[in-house]
């Protein structure tokens, strides 16, 4: 496969990134219609990346990087259902889940897509028929509230489209979920609920995930205690998974059970039946909309050219601020309140895909990859951390995302909103000189010597590089859209420095040593033998644990 980094694109973009260039604010001086070349409309969204410090010959210069790496080969591979994701011998093909154009995918010779209408049209009428109340709690209550239990992706995803998609809950319905092993989540959370009214989803690819596998358990347990039979579980837990045997065993009837792929990785599932506390929220037409807003952004995806294809060009955008200009770390802002848990999902998404060091024919990737993932909502990032990202050290990217119009239209909130969204994304790009520092002090009225001595703190670099995202309003098909440009996006990334985006290795080793550690601990009273087996500061974190635990008990006897 190509080492990209030994390409002639990769060694004139280096060339590009070490000669002298404008500034941001030159670049626009210098080109009016800068924002009209380098912004681009798809399935609803708006892109500008014009206030990234790219000129015209680092754009061609990533475009040849594009077709250095065979970017649009490689994406032709993944739509065809070849095995991409080559350590797990996975198809790659969350793309299939939202494809309305009635294609076919091939895995293994099978056309897939007949499987995948079949269970959309089974999650459809079950979705129906909890909202028409044909299926009730084991009291004939209406199952009213939804404890989705899950984790990672089986958590993320639904969880973030729900929160985003609060303008269209179907009245009266709640959905909670319950993700973390500490069982204080699960208990805040069974008590707010009634256990006649609850449908608990148990979300897990593979069903064998220790939280989830626990936290379901408990929530069976509770149940039980809460006066339903065991004959009653079948009416409150269902289980949305591939692993038909693992639902068997749990004590979940199939018959019960929701299926999705191993083409499908758990980032890439809220399609599928991991989107099912998604459809019992908002409707299943809402949810068929965020499937056809991702499905709109796929069509783009797969066929504009590179250069005027938004996942292609954010990820070569991002590419040119990680590799070229050493940003780190990626600020990802919304600027709307519902999609409050977008970062969250974001960093599964990108860091668990593209944060890799070995390529995918195992050689060592020879440049940076991934970079961090960070944001909050703004205006509320804007009074905590944009400070390092306006004067800090190190260059971080950020994408600004906003929709012009509100579902709540209160007063001026939404004007000081869009205000602040464009501001902010305006001062990083030009920033301040110290010289216009001064002149604006001395303009307030201020001494001379307080004008020397707070100078340096009001210099503001700017080039901070930047992407806006506008839409006209959040809704099931701008969220789908937005999702998949994401995916895309990282798709592209891992495919120019040659990862596999789709395994998650990374997570396997703190898996295996937490089971080792698991019965070294102490339970509440137990004496244990002081920890041996291993380095001394984890032996004694083990004995610091333990001889609390072990306290406890006898105060408390
Ligand atoms: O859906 P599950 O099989 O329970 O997996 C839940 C999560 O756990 C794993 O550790 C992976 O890192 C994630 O990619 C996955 O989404």
């Known amino acids: 496969m190509t080492d990209v980094v030994k390409t002639p694109a990769w060694a004139r973009l280096e060339k590009l990134a070490a000669a002298p260039r404008p500034s941001a604010r030159a670049l626009f001086e210098r080109d009016p219609a800068r924002a009209a070349r380098m912004s681009l409309e798809a399935a609803g969204l708006y892109l500008d990346y014009s206030k990234n410090r790219i000129t015209p010959e680092i754009f061609d210069a990533l475009l040849a990087l594009a077709e250095a790496a065979d970017l649009e080969r490689v994406r032709g591979r993944m739509f065809a259902g070849e095995k991409i994701n080559a350590t797990e011998r996975r198809a790659v093909l969350h793309v299939a889940l939202r494809d309305f154009a009635m294609r076919a995918y091939h895995v293994d010779g099978e056309d897939v897509s007949k499987r995948v209408r079949a269970e959309r049209e089974k999650m459809r009428d079950f979705t129906r028929r909890v909202h028409a109340g044909e299926l009730t709690g084991h009291t004939g209550a209406p199952l009213d509230t939804v404890v989705n239990i899950g984790i990672g992706g089986s958590d993320l995803g639904p969880q973030m489209a729900v929160e985003a998609l609060s303008p269209y809950w179907v009245r009266g319905r709640r959905t909670f979920f319950v993700s973390n092993v500490d069982g204080q989540h699960l208990a805040d959370t069974l008590a707010a609920v009634d256990p006649a009214r609850t449908l608990f989803i148990v979300a897990s690819k593979t069903f064998a995930t220790q939280e989830t596998m626990t936290n379901a358990a408990s929530a069976r347990a509770w149940f039980l205690e809460k006066g339903g039979r065991e004959a009653d579980v079948a009416k409150h837990f269902v289980a949305l998974s591939t692993n038909e045997r693992a639902v068997r065993d749990f004590g979940i009837d199939p018959a019960n059970m929701f299926v999705f792929w191993d083409w499908v990785g758990g980032r890439y599932s809220l399609w599928s039946a991991i989107g099912l506390s998604i459809a019992l929220q908002v409707g299943f037409d809402n949810f068929e909309k965020l499937l056809k807003g991702a499905h709109a952004m796929d069509e783009h995806f797969r066929a504009a050219p590179p250069a005027k294809n938004m996942p292609a060009i954010l990820a070569l955008v991002g590419i040119w601020n990680r590799n070229f200009e050493g940003a780190a770390a990626h600020a990802v802002l919304p600027y709307d309140q519902h999609l409050h848990r977008l970062p969250a999902y974001l960093q599964q998404a990108d860091m668990e895909s593209n944060g890799k060091r070995a390529r995918a024919d195992g050689a060592p990737a020879g440049c940076a990859t991934g970079p961090v993932i960070f944001g909050e909502p703004g205006t509320n990032g804007q009074h905590a951390f944009y400070q390092l990202i306006h004067q800090g050290t190190d260059l971080i990217s950020a994408d600004f995302i906003a929709p012009a119009l509100s579902h709540a239209p ?95 290795w990374g997570v396997e080793l703190g898996k295996t040593l937490a089971g080792r550690v698991l019965p070294e601990l102490a339970r509440l009273g137990e004496e244990k033998p002081a920890a041996a087996g291993h380095d001394v500061s984890t032996n004694a974190l083990i004995d610091r644990v333990n001889r609390i635990r072990a306290a406890a008990k006898r105060e408390r006897s």
Request: glycine fraction near 8%; aromatic fraction near 6%.
């Open 410 to 504: 209160i007063g001026d909130h939404h004007e000081k909103l869009l205000a602040n969204f464009i501001a902010q994304q305006e001062a990083l790009m030009i920033g301040r000189t110290e010289a216009e520092a001064r002149a604006e002090m001395l303009a307030q009225g201020l001494a001379q010597k307080d004008v020397d001595r707070l100078a340096p703190h009001k210099v503001f670099p700017g080039g901070r590089p930047v992407n806006a995202i506008v839409m006209e309003k959040l809704t099931p098909e701008t969220l789908g859209a937005l999702i998949a440009l994401y995916e895309h996006k990282i798709f592209c990334q891992g495919a120019i420095w040659g990862i596999n985006s789709f395994d998650q």
